[in-house]
């Protein structure tokens, strides 16, 4: 298994270019996350899914938009790229949510964003 | 919005000293995790704590999660260079969809 990829590693953005960055698991995990991390910070969850069709909100969403039309893939959109969007950007996945479990998240390697 | 907050934010040791990483809130979370994240890679999973009070030991580390489920702790005896890196707690939420809200980060530096 390859676990969670996530591309591009590194990408160079123009204020109001639009990309998307690409997620997918190989596990047949129900989950999926997408966080953003600013440089020495934790991370900030920005969309999830809980499966096929179902995404929600994060804590951070605004600038973003996220599909889930698959169960192996979840891709993240900027549409407009701003300066304050430039951070690392880590997707994640899990199988389920046990009672309580504390299911283990997996995470992809990350994906460099500049914006100028 | 639930916060988890980390302390200390930094810290650099000498290689064989003990040391201790808080996790504080004021909710009350289903579970706390505690990861290690290395420069240019994601997060990965140390342990899983979920019964308040419970304590776990992974080799020279040991991590309690506090009786009202608000709080945890990470102890490392005997650092050693290996365990430099950044270490993250994350509370789940305890009515959401295993969404999990992520400390602040402690940035551990071990000198030989």
């Known amino acids: 298994n390859a676990g969670v990829t996530q591309t591009p590693k590194f990408r160079i953005l123009k204020i109001g270019q639009s990309m998307t960055l690409q997620c997918t698991q190989d596990?047949?995990?129900?989950?999926m996350y997408w966080y953003r991390q600013d440089p020495g910070m934790g991370l900030k969850l920005i969309y999830y899914s809980v499966g096929a069709g179902i995404t929600d909100k994060g804590e951070v969403p605004n600038g973003y938009n996220v599909s889930r039309s698959t169960t192996e893939d979840f891709p993240l959109r900027l549409e407009l790229a701003a300066p304050s969007q430039t951070s690392v950007y880590f997707c994640?996945?899990?199988?389920?949510?046990?009672?309580?479990?504390?299911?283990?998240?997996?995470f992809g390697p990350g994906t460099r964003l500049l914006v100028l | 919005t639930q916060l988890l907050e980390q302390s200390p934010q930094f810290l650099s040791i000498q290689e064989g000293e003990n040391l201790t990483v808080y996790c504080n809130s004021s909710s009350v979370f289903s579970s706390l995790q505690w990861y290690r994240q290395e420069p240019g890679e994601g997060p990965v999973l140390l342990v899983t704590?979920?019964?308040?009070?419970e304590v776990k030991k992974l080799k020279r580390l040991t991590f309690q999660f506090g009786d009202a489920r608000k709080d945890s702790s990470l102890h490392i005896t005997a650092a050693q260079p290996g365990d430099t890196g950044l270490y993250l707690c994350a509370g789940e939420d305890s009515g959401g969809y295993q969404k999990v809200t992520f400390g602040t980060g402690t940035k551990l530096q071990v000198i030989p």
């Open positions: 596990m047949n995990h129900n989950y």
């Open positions: 994640a996945s899990s199988y389920s949510r046990l009672a309580g479990g504390g299911e283990t998240q997996y």
């Open positions: 704590v979920v019964t308040g009070g």
